[in-house]
């Protein structure tokens, strides 16, 4: 076991993670922890772009911005995170430009600016052009450009490491904590993939940025690696998940492979058709039609499949037809996405239209924060020294369903407001003594994974998983189809217990750290089903056959799930008597749901209608 | 619920490829258990549209859970996964096993040039290591400019070829030069050297030029065009390294 004392510790190297590195180790001695190399995080598939006001191509503003984001996330935003959003984003995207990302550019040499899914001008009047791009590979120039920042100013990396505990200097699990009581992140504890050594950090703050969770889904645009970590880390040692149950379909996944097309496509002139060759979207989005946002879109899609008029030979995804366009702008503005669809599915975009279908693609919940990015232990108080910024967390500026391009936006406005926030506050407070045996539960998992003798292969219950998920839990929800999962779930849960590894060696085992990460999608599933069984409405990403309608007077808060012993009560903070209220009894442990109030400022919540 | 899931027909559609068998072979090292490197070959059930990377995955899955490789995005963008296919290096996840003639053993070994680490998997330090060297982030002097610094579409387009890089790899160890003289710099650091070179809102354009004048700099390269054979990106590899040639001539330092 090896130790080590940083004043910052981060716990991912995507956008939102280096971001805040090159925050904070300007100003303290700080550690980016990776379970990848530099470079290879999911940042970098991210394509379309990312929204500022700058009005460099037509009359815009950061209010306007805010307004799209609330109504976007179907009013479950919080709005005083989505105006700092809005207005920090024309700096944040500066930032960038200086540090050398190359952006697109206008004639006159300006960042140039294009369309994107639920954008407008003044408050829904029409499509605004608010996207900063480079082509259609804006995240990873984000990333590159991040990273060659990290290069530039010396940031220290710990490579392929993976993140497996968090250390607090109470057991949020089990006590009592009185209202205002100080609660310390004190560390982490990770695992050396290359030798499968433990290493213990210490640390005055630890900042996760660890990302999102898709592979709970089986058709997602999420790279093998996005297994929920932090989310579930953070869950396991009683720190609440909040709005777990909004998870974003992004439309246009390519057919069969879930493969993301950038909704720059249609931001660029692509139209979305049925087997008909009908442009559908005028009829469920009459105004911005195929630049509805993505929930209004993936709906929309799935109802044309179900209604049969899906294309091709089993009727079941729709066309993305780009062949109106000049093969010269296609090549300009939309190189990659092209090459997606020649290289896995042969279609020529040029001159055929493209298979589509929607793609598990990012999850609108996760660690609660403020707007400093500081960790929440309940609705109110803070775990001190302990933040989150990117995927992982729930700030919350994306409600119940994310607009394009407010993504990339959040890695940078809360990625260097948590490093900011997490270097200044190391600067004032002192190092928290470590338990005794800090590594003794992770040494006890890993141990026990990889000593079992035959049992369970992780591959089958991850597949289980992921197709009881696809099939239950996707764009279309009923009050059934959650309590198949749950059971689903319930089952799995059992027989990853009795699961086993083939490598039982030290180096460099990815067997061993899949069945790891299976353990977290569990839980991630697990709780994400629980928030939607609850949710007897439908709003944003959330939509219940069974509820159709948005339900304002029970449902305009935030659901907050704890993760605690049978034992403990069964009433969480926001306990709503027949609305927040569920209890959800497990193996060992209970899912507890309360509520947090959503923040409202300028808007009053309205119809949604594009 | 999706309704893709309903499908089950049986008779494929048209254009469509059929499930057939595909035997990898596959360069296996693991030090826990022996010093020597060695060939193992797994057949498995393919799909049409499969590529070596889920071919890796459904050995590794079902039945050699120690098969050890890296990948994260699968789908050529992550730069993760660059290994050598019947003797090329291409990206696992990039490449259909259809296109790479299935009805002969496919060999699959490490990239090379790089100390290999266990099977698929090699120590890229050294790698990033060289990349670090030739300073790859924008250079510039005096004060920031309180809006963006501006760029024409000409300009930009210069060094567009060279921002696609995805660091996987691929070029630098394809290339002969750099299997036997590991100091060379390789043809991914020249390429991220060329971004900057030819970025006109860079100011250090000079030092780069000066460390890549190096003796393991860019005059050891040979033009084979291994490189821009291998880079999954299609980005004119040799090109950018010709221009970074030129660059050292014409512009005196």
């Known amino acids: 076991m090896q130790t080590h004392q940083y004043d910052v510790v981060i716990v991912g190297a995507g956008g939102a993670g280096m971001r805040a590195a090159l925050e904070s180790s300007k100003e303290a001695r700080t550690a980016v922890i990776s379970k990848l190399y530099p470079t290879r995080s999911h940042t970098g598939a991210a394509q379309g772009g990312m929204a500022a006001a700058l009005a460099n191509v037509e009359d815009d503003n950061w209010e306007w911005h805010t307004f799209d984001t609330v109504k976007g996330g179907d009013y479950l935003v919080d709005q005083d995170a989505a105006e700092i959003l809005a207005k920090e984003a024309i700096e944040s995207v500066l930032d960038l430009e200086r540090m050398g990302l190359p952006f697109n550019r206008t004639p006159e040499g300006k960042i140039d600016q294009r369309r994107f899914g639920g954008h407008t001008r003044d408050h829904g009047q029409s499509a605004v052009r608010r996207a900063c791009y480079a082509a259609d590979r804006t995240g990873h120039m984000i990333l590159q450009t991040l990273y060659q920042n990290c290069v530039k100013q010396d940031v220290e990396f710990f490579n392929e490491f993976y993140v497996l505990d968090l250390i607090t200097d109470h057991d949020l699990t089990t006590e009592e904590i009185a209202d205002g009581e100080e609660v310390n992140a004190t560390g982490v504890v990770a695992y050396d993939l290359a030798t499968g050594e433990i290493h213990v950090f210490q640390a005055k703050a630890i900042i996760f940025a660890t990302g999102g969770a898709g592979k709970i889904f089986k058709t997602t645009s999420n790279a093998h690696t996005l297994t929920g970590d932090g989310m579930a880390l953070a869950y396991r040692r009683g720190l609440p998940l909040e709005d777990m149950e909004f998870f974003q379909f992004h439309p246009t996944g390519l057919a069969g492979l879930g493969i993301l097309l950038s909704e720059a496509a249609r931001g660029e002139g692509g139209i979305l058709r049925n087997s008909e060759g009908e442009r559908f979207m005028e009829r469920y989005a009459p105004t911005i039609k195929d630049l509805a946002p993505r929930d209004i879109v993936a709906r929309s899609m799935a109802n044309e499949v179900r209604e049969g008029r899906g294309a091709g030979p089993n009727k079941d995804y729709v066309l993305l037809d780009l062949t109106h366009l000049e093969p010269a702008h296609i090549d300009a503005k939309l190189p990659d996405i092209t090459e997606f669809a020649r290289t896995y599915l042969g279609i020529e975009p040029y001159t055929e239209p493209v298979p589509v279908y929607p793609t598990a693609h990012y999850a609108m919940g996760g660690v609660p924060t403020n707007i400093q990015g500081e960790v929440l232990r309940d609705g109110v108080n803070v775990v001190k020294g302990l933040y989150a910024a990117g995927e992982v967390a729930c700030v919350s500026v994306h409600g119940s369903n994310r607009l394009g391009t407010n993504s990339l936006l959040d890695i940078n406005v809360f990625g260097k407001r948590s490093g900011r926030a997490a270097a200044a506050y190391a600067k004032t407070a002192e190092f928290h003594d470590l338990p005794a045996d800090p590594t003794v539960r992770v040494v006890e998992q890993l141990d026990e994974m990889r000593n079992r003798p035959d049992g369970e292969r992780v591959a089958d219950i991850r597949k289980a998983l992921q197709d009881t998920m696809d099939l239950n839990a996707q764009v279309f929800r009923t009050g059934d189809s959650l309590n198949q999962a749950l059971a689903d779930i319930r089952e799995l849960q059992k027989r990853y217990r009795n699961a086993s590894v083939q490598d039982k060696g030290k180096l460099f085992n990815t067997d061993l750290l899949e069945a790891i990460e299976l353990g977290f999608l569990l839980d991630i599933a697990e709780v994400t089903v629980v928030a939607a069984i609850n949710r007897k409405e439908s709003r944003g990403g959330h939509y219940r056959e069974d509820f159709p309608h948005r339900d304002d007077a029970n449902y305009m808060l935030h659901t907050m799930a704890y993760r605690r012993p049978t034992a403990a009560s069964d009433q969480a903070e926001g306990h709503v008597e027949g609305y927040f209220d569920h209890v959800e009894e497990f193996d060992g442990y209970k899912v507890v749901l309360g509520s947090k109030p959503v923040v409202q400022t300028r808007y009053e919540p309205m119809e949604r209608k594009y | ?253």
């Open chain 2, 1 to 253: 619920m999706t309704a893709t899931l309903e499908a089950a027909t049986p008779t494929p559609a048209a254009g469509e490829i059929p499930s057939f068998t595909v035997t990898l072979r596959i360069r296996r090292f693991n030090p826990e258990v022996s010093e020597e490197a060695t060939w193992e070959d797994f057949t498995v059930e393919a799909h049409g549209t499969d590529r070596i990377l889920d071919a890796l995955h459904k050995i590794k899955w079902d039945e050699d859970g120690s098969l050890t490789f890296r990948r994260s995005c699968a789908h050529g963008v992550c730069g993760s996964d660059a290994m050598r296919i019947n003797g090329r290096n291409r990206l696992a996840c990039k490449t259909l096993l259809k296109d790479v003639n299935p009805d002969k053993p496919i060999t699959v070994e490490p990239i090379k040039g790089l100390p290999v680490v266990k099977d698929l998997v090699v120590d890229m330090e050294p790698f990033f290591a060289s990349y670090r060297e030739i300073m790859p982030f924008l250079i510039t002097s005096g004060n920031e400019p309180s809006k963006e610094r501006y760029q024409s579409p000409e300009d930009r387009a210069k060094f567009d070829d060279t921002t696609k890089c995805i660091l996987c790899a691929a070029c630098t160890s394809s290339c002969p030069v750099f299997w036997t003289d590991g100091q060379y710099f390789g043809p991914a650091a020249i390429v991220n050297a060329h971004r900057f070179i030819f970025d006109s809102r860079d100011e250090g354009g000079t030092q780069r030029l000066e460390i890549l004048n190096d003796k393991e700099g860019v005059w050891r390269c040979r033009t084979t065009f291994n490189c821009t054979e291998a880079c999954p990106r299609g980005i004119e590899v040799t090109k950018a390294i010709q221009e970074v040639k030129r660059a050292m001539i014409t512009r005196a330092f």
